[in-house]
């Protein structure tokens, strides 16, 4: 149940990560929960686990590396376009 429950709390930090951004996730829901839980790997490699945590994710971290996560990729996407 712990791992459905890490896919939901991934999937919603990457979803509130592209509102915040304002760039959709490609791969649509799947994208969404790849980019909370890659997010939150990379907001915790940067800034600990601080704040509340809920699904084994700290929050306020793992929000912040979903939302560099995700302007990185549109980054890399604009570029891959303009080149294309």
Request: proline content about 4%; overall charge positive.
């Amino acid at each position: 149940m712990s791992f459905i429950w890490s896919l939901i709390v991934g999937g919603i930090l990457g979803w509130i990560a592209s509102l915040i951004v304002g760039k959709d996730v490609p791969g649509g829901v799947i994208g969404n929960i790849v980019a909370g839980i890659v997010g939150a790997w990379i907001g915790s490699s940067l800034l600990g686990s601080w704040g509340p945590v809920i699904g084994g994710f700290a929050i306020i971290p793992a929000l912040i590396g979903a939302i560099i996560l995700i302007f990185i990729i549109s980054l890399i996407m604009k570029g891959s376009r303009k080149a294309g």
